[in-house]
């Protein structure tokens, strides 16, 4: 298998990270560097400053189409990170997340890039229950407007694939974070540096066409198997397990509790928005 250490493909000349203030962004900034001769870096929110001519920032609201299409001039492929990233009402998550990904693909076609990594998630499938084993192909069952958003995002790439050969990864990343912060988290978990992994292999791996991966680290009774995204050769190295005694000391939620129940816990119970 190809790892950073062995890694033969040659770097791209310009890539794009959207979210690039965000937690992921920030922790991703260093780690695409050997991917890559400069990265732009982009988000609506404060980045800091551009290191030295390897980085270039660029700020924009992806709400925004004319701004997002100058933003894709110029690269050679695209780590689609940001919008907003937990559950929020229609209206606040259809701009940056809805708009922002038709913006970034009418983007990507004008411009001639032919490859998307999208930073999609559990929540697309986050109402089946905890337990059962999913795939690329399981019916999605969005928890969330958010969740929604998610999968009007993968199937906006499965569209710009078939239509136009825009070839995209999208990655139904877990719960990516330093550690697992609870019991749910214990399946979900994704490692930082198997987040890495996953995105060098989405990045390189030729003829990806629109294929889902679930972003999982290598964890005890995980629920998602990634056997159709299997010619990406991600191979995860971390477990949760090393954190579960941290964890479970924490106090027993009720057995009711949605973070027990359903793979995209909490989520689940967010809302009604709107109704005072
Ligand atoms: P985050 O909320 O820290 O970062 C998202 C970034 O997007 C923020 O810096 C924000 O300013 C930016 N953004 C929001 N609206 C924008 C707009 N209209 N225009 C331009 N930029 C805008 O989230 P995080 O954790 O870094 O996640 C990054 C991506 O990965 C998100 O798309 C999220 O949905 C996805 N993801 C993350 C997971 C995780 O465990 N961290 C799990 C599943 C998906
Ligand atoms: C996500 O999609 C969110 O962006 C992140 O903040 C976490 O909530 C994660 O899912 C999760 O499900 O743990």
Redo the contacts with the bound molecule.
Sequence with gaps: MTTSTTRAHPPFNRLLLTGAAG?LGKMLRKRLKPFTRVLRLSDIADIAPALDESEEIYYCDLADKKAVDELVQGVDAILHFGGV??ERSFEDILGANICGVFHIYEAARRHGVKRVIF?S???VI?FYPQGQRLDAHSVRRPDSY??LS?SYGEDMASFYFDRYGIETVSIR?????VEP?NR??LC?WLSYNDLTQLLERALFTADVGHTVVYGVSDNQNAWWDNRYAAHLGFNPQDTSEGFRSQVEAQPMPAADDPLMLFQ????VAAGPFGDD
């Design positions: 937690e990233s937990t930073a998630s559990n929540h986050g958010y969740g998610k990343i877990g719960s990516s974070f912060q749910r988290m979900t995209g816990g909490a989520f």
